[in-house]
Each structure stands twice: as C-alpha cells, then as structure tokens.
C-alpha cells in the first residue's frame, strides 16, 4: 500500500544537539511539506519542496533545514539554532497537480528536548 | 493576505447535531478540505468541495459557498469518537494547503 512513513515517532534531543526526522513516501508525489503543531494549536508550516533539488522556507523555518535529493524522501533536520523544538512534527505529500484528497500525512514524530 | 478562521473550541451532545464553520480567504481557490485530528495523531481527510453546494458522506456532511468564501462542516448523530479537531484548510492557486488552527470538538454524554 502507499503511503507516507515517518521515524523515529519519538526522539529526545539534548541541548544543542542536532536532529534529523525522516520522512519517505512511495505515492509518487511531486510535493513534499513539514510541520510543526505545538499544543492545542493548528498545522505550522517550516518547509516544502515542490520538485526534487528544490525547496521553499515556510512560515517558521529558522533553526531548521531540509534536503530533496530524492523524489520519495524529505528529511527534516532540527539544529541547535532551534530554541524550542519539543512539538510534533508532520511531513505530507501531495501531487503537484492537486487532488481532492489533498494532502497525505505520516504518523507524525514527537520530539522533546531533554 | 490568506487567512481561515473557524471557532476555536465546540461542545456537543452524543446523538446531537452540530455544525462547524469555516471563512477562508486564500490567493486563488483549488478546493476547501476538512480533516479530523484526534489528539496526537495525524490529520485524516473527510471532505473537499471545490463546486458550491452540499457533499454529503455517511454522517458527515460539507457546505461551500464560494461567493462568500464559508464553509462548514456537519455532523449528525455524534458519537463518543467523534471528540477530534476538526481542520478547515483552503487549497490556493499552488495547490498549496492553507489550514486553520481547528477546532477542537468535545462530546458530552
């Protein structure tokens, strides 16, 4: 079946360490995103690729960086730079022509800083 | 600018009615999604409308009226489960996503 994976679904990061959330998908979608939901809150955008080698910063993406080397993977790295990364963090797909099923999400991956 | 605003918390009866409203405002328009988001999960999708009108899927049903740039989202015969978030986002001329911070919907017995 397709879909989107997600790992670690928990991750504990010290004090200025760096992290890295993988996301991979097998649904042949064009577009790729990252999110950050903190507590009782909506959906944050960091960052989102459209195409391979290609990607755009979102709303909050300072202390976070991506890569698109390849189409099916999308993943996210939490830097020290990042003050306050404990949230939980979402990647979804969607093709690049629009669908209306939208976007396809993963199991997320909630990170805390210890 | 692009913006979608839809209540913050509802409370509801099981067995009850109740309908959540969506105003979206977004750069060119490509559809309005409903997703549903228990707590520490992922968001599901339960609905899109692109065309004015009422889609109506089991016990959930959704409403879209361009013109006005409203939405919302039914849901009859509430059960238990149904206690979620409920995400209202409108797709924009990049097909890009644009969410609402959602409402959280909670059931009373």
């Known amino acids: 079946d397709g879909g989107i994976t997600q790992s670690p679904k928990y991750l504990f990061r010290k004090e200025g360490q760096n992290v890295t959330l993988s996301c991979e998908q097998n649904?042949?979608?064009?577009?790729m995103y990252w999110y950050r939901q903190d507590p009782g809150q909506g959906l944050r955008l960091i960052y989102y690729s459209q195409i391979v080698n290609d990607f755009q910063k979102g709303d909050i993406a300072e202390g976070y960086s991506v890569s698109r080397e390849k189409k099916e993977s999308f993943p996210l790295t939490v830097t020290s730079a990042q003050k306050n990364p404990t949230a939980f963090y979402l990647c979804?797909?969607?093709?690049?022509?629009?669908?209306?099923?939208?976007?396809?999400f993963g199991s997320g991956t909630r990170l805390t800083v210890v | 600018g692009q913006n979608i605003d839809q209540p913050t918390e509802m409370t509801a009866t099981e067995g009850a009615i109740v309908q959540i409203n969506c105003t979206y405002q977004?750069?060119?328009?490509?559809?309005l999604f409903w997703y549903q988001q228990h707590a520490g999960e992922a968001p599901t999708f339960l609905s899109y409308?692109?065309l004015d009108g009422l889609e109506e899927k089991g016990r959930f049903s959704s409403f879209l009226s361009r013109s006005k740039g409203y939405s919302y989202l039914l849901l009859k015969e509430l059960q238990m489960k149904d206690s979620a978030s409920y995400l209202c986002?409108?797709?924009?001329?990049?097909?890009?996503?644009?969410w609402g911070a959602g409402t959280k919907l909670i059931i009373k017995p």
């Open positions: 649904l042949n979608h064009d577009a």
């Open positions: 977004t750069s060119g328009f490509n559809g």
């Open positions: 986002a409108g797709m924009d001329s990049n097909y890009q996503l644009i």
């Open positions: 409308n692109v």
């Open positions: 979804a797909s969607s093709s690049r022509q629009g669908s209306n099923y939208g976007y396809t």
